[in-house]
Structure formats: structure tokens, C-alpha cells
């Protein structure tokens, strides 16, 4: 008979099984993890120039903005400074009108000194009335005695050889001046002081 041989066989151990499927699960879970992770960087990429689009956006728009307020802001500024000068040019020319009423005033108080009566006194208030409005309105006298001539104030219409007054100055008014505000209404009529004439007796010109 043939003899009886020992066939050895190596046992599975439950503990290989356990770590067999053990190996194969984390394996699975590595491999879903690894297929999300590569699309991660692309689409916050996209986020973040979808950001960097709107950010840009909005710049420009609160640019146009800032831009267009301004301009509003100087159109308003404009139409209000048109609209005061018709009004100042309006009222300069109501003005300019009442000049002479007010020098023919002052020229019959002038002629009126020596009368004391009633018909000076009602002159002088209707002078001071007339005065009074224009002055409300900005109006002020313009009075240049002694001061340097002005070509923007004043017109030069004698030479007068005058040794109270430094050459150049104003030695007279012929006719007031007026202004009202920063606007020249009328210009005074002056006379411009020059230096004397050394060839004249006492330097004063001939009698």
C-alpha cells in the first residue's frame, strides 16, 4: 500500500483577511478623494477672476460717478453764477441810470447853502432817500483824492500841476465814481496831479 503522506496546508488567518480588506477599502477612499482634489485649484481660479472682473467693474462705475457728480456739481455752480451776474447787470444798469438824478442832487444842494428854508431840507431828503437805496443795493462812492490814478476806476480827463499832491494822484473829482460790489459802474472823472513846471513862478503856473 502506498504510504499515507501529509498534505500541510498554512491556515488563512481571520487577521489577513481583516487586513486584505482593510487595504482594499482605504484604497477606495483614496481614489474618490484623489478625483475631486484635481477640479479644486481650477474652479477657484474662475472664482477668483469672476472677483477680480467685478471688482474692476465697480471701479469703473464709481469712477463714472465720482466723474459725473463733479460735473453736475460745476453746472450748477455755473448756471448760479450766470444767474447772479443778469441779476447784477440788471441792477447796474437801474443804477447807472440813477446817477445823474442823484449828481443833479447833490449840485442843487451845492447852489442851496445859503438857504436854510424848506426847499433844502426836502433836497437833502430826498438826496439822502435816493442814496440810502442805492447804498442797500451795494453801491458805494468811489473817492480818490490823494490816491494813486487807477485806470481801472478812474478817467483822466485834465493834468493839473498841483504841489499838494504827489505826481500821478488824484488832485480832483469832476465827476464821482461808483461802484457796486467788485462790478465798476461808472468811472470818476479826474484830475491827475503832475509835477510842476520848474519854469514858473513859485512853481504854481501862472496866475
Given at each position: 500500500m502506498?504510504?499515507?503522506?501529509?498534505?500541510?496546508?498554512?491556515?488563512?488567518e481571520?487577521?489577513d483577511e481583516?487586513?486584505?480588506?482593510f487595504?482594499?477599502?482605504?484604497?477606495e477612499?483614496?481614489?474618490a478623494?484623489?478625483?475631486?482634489?484635481?477640479l479644486?485649484?481650477?474652479?477657484?481660479?474662475?472664482v477668483e477672476?469672476e472677483?477680480?472682473?467685478?471688482?474692476?467693474?465697480?471701479?469703473?462705475?464709481?469712477?463714472?460717478?465720482?466723474?459725473?457728480?463733479a460735473?453736475?456739481d460745476?453746472?450748477?455752480?455755473?448756471?448760479?453764477?450766470?444767474?447772479?451776474d443778469?441779476?447784477?447787470?440788471?441792477?447796474?444798469?437801474i443804477?447807472?441810470?440813477?446817477?445823474p438824478v442823484l449828481?443833479n442832487f447833490e449840485r442843487?444842494?451845492?447852489?442851496a447853502?445859503?438857504?436854510s428854508?424848506?426847499f433844502?431840507?426836502?433836497?437833502?431828503?430826498?438826496?439822502k432817500?435816493?442814496?440810502?437805496t442805492?447804498?442797500?443795493?451795494?453801491?458805494?462812492?468811489?473817492?480818490?483824492?490823494?490816491?494813486?490814478?487807477?485806470?481801472?476806476?478812474?478817467?483822466?480827463?485834465?493834468?493839473?500841476?498841483d504841489g499838494?499832491?504827489?505826481?500821478g494822484?488824484v488832485?480832483?473829482?469832476m465827476?464821482k465814481?461808483?461802484?457796486?460790489?467788485?462790478?465798476l459802474?461808472r468811472?470818476?472823472?479826474v484830475?491827475?496831479?503832475?509835477e510842476?513846471?520848474g519854469?514858473s513862478d513859485?512853481?504854481?503856473?501862472?496866475?
Amino acid at each position: 500500500m502506498p504510504e499515507d503522506r501529509d498534505i500541510s496546508m498554512d491556515p488563512i488567518e481571520p487577521d489577513d483577511e481583516i487586513e486584505i480588506e482593510f487595504l482594499d477599502e482605504e484604497d477606495e477612499v483614496q481614489e474618490a478623494q484623489v478625483k475631486p482634489e484635481g477640479l479644486e485649484p481650477v474652479q477657484e481660479t474662475v472664482v477668483e477672476e469672476e472677483a477680480e472682473q467685478l471688482k474692476a467693474e465697480l471701479d469703473r462705475v464709481r469712477d463714472v460717478y465720482l466723474r459725473k457728480l463733479a460735473e453736475f456739481d460745476n453746472f450748477r455752480k455755473r448756471v448760479e453764477r450766470e444767474r447772479e451776474d443778469i441779476r447784477l447787470a440788471g441792477v447796474e444798469e437801474i443804477v447807472r441810470d440813477l446817477l445823474p438824478v442823484l449828481d443833479n442832487f447833490e449840485r442843487a444842494l451845492q447852489h442851496a447853502e445859503d438857504d436854510s428854508g424848506a426847499f433844502q431840507q426836502g433836497i437833502e431828503l430826498i438826496a439822502k432817500q435816493l442814496w440810502d437805496t442805492l447804498e442797500r443795493r451795494g453801491v458805494q462812492e468811489v473817492n480818490p483824492v490823494g490816491k494813486p490814478f487807477d485806470p481801472e476806476l478812474h478817467e483822466a480827463v485834465q493834468r493839473v500841476e498841483d504841489g499838494q499832491h504827489p505826481p500821478g494822484t488824484v488832485a480832483w473829482v469832476m465827476i464821482k465814481g461808483y461802484t457796486m460790489g467788485d462790478r465798476l459802474v461808472r468811472p470818476a472823472m479826474v484830475g491827475v496831479a503832475v509835477e510842476p513846471n520848474g519854469d514858473s513862478d513859485g512853481g504854481g503856473g501862472s496866475p
